[in-house]
């Protein structure tokens, strides 16, 4: 079946301006994840949702960091007056809401602040 | 609070030798672990996990992972490299709930012809 996809795989944008970065998870999977990776680094976890639970939003780095989940699937990160450590690679993950199963990562979107 | 410690970020061996990619965990739950792989450009992959069923788990690629809690690691190894294993590996722990999938910060693995 469909993975999990993200839109865009690339942007680039200019200091200040917003973008939203779009991820579509597996169907029926109640988890997502979103994540960022800087070059040459480790995954660094930004927000997580499960069902219609309140998110867990603990890893989001400032309030310019936000995201959404439409109807517990699409789920849209948002990053208002992006800065140029923002450039990351941006990555969602789905995962089954059953304990002891493993995440499903898309390919992510490769954002660069100039 | 769980963490990860990947104890080399750079493992290099020759072709046809075998890998020892290392990982140590803390967790106050019993845990479940995973190790993930990242091709240049790609995607992050699983390559096998652990979920209190056979500590000896084996994954796809010829790839092992051997779960001791008495020291706390989760090893992951293979017999004979290929060159098609250079990559990034990421050693995850998670709780039983899912809900905190911590990352480890990576191993670089580079095969010599």
């Known amino acids: 079946g469909a993975g999990v996809s993200q839109s865009p795989s690339n942007k680039v944008t200019e200091k200040g301006k917003d973008v939203e970065l779009r991820c579509d998870p597996i169907s029926g999977h109640t988890a997502l994840y979103w994540y960022r990776q800087s070059l040459g680094q480790g995954l660094e976890f930004l927000i997580y949702f499960q069902g219609n639970s309140a998110p867990d939003k603990s890893g989001l780095p400032s309030d310019r960091f936000s995201a959404e989940r439409t109807g517990g699937s699409v789920s849209t990160l948002t990053i208002q007056r992006t800065q140029q450590e923002d450039s990351a690679v941006y990555l969602c993950?789905?995962?089954?809401?059953?304990?002891?199963?493993?995440?499903?990562f898309g390919p992510g979107t490769r954002l660069t602040v100039l | 609070a769980q963490s990860v410690t990947q104890l080399d970020s750079h493992v290099s061996v020759s072709e046809g030798t075998p890998v020892l990619l290392r990982c140590n965990y803390s967790?106050?739950?019993?845990?479940?672990l995973f190790w993930y792989v990242q091709h240049p450009n790609k995607g992050l992959q699983l390559l096998l996990k652990?979920?209190?069923?056979?500590?000896l788990v084996k994954g796809i690629n010829g790839f092992e992972a051997e779960f001791k809690k008495s020291e706390t690691s989760f090893h992951l190894t293979k017999p004979s490299a290929h060159m098609s294993d250079a990559a990034e590996y990421f050693c995850?722990?998670?709780?039983?709930?899912?809900?905190?999938?911590?990352f480890g910060p990576g191993t670089r693995l580079s095969v010599l012809p």
């Open positions: 652990y979920t209190s069923a056979a500590t």
């Open positions: 967790s106050s739950y019993s845990p479940s």
């Open positions: 993950a789905s995962r089954d809401g059953h304990s002891y199963n493993e995440q499903f």
């Open positions: 995850v722990v998670t709780d039983n709930y899912g809900q905190n999938f911590v």
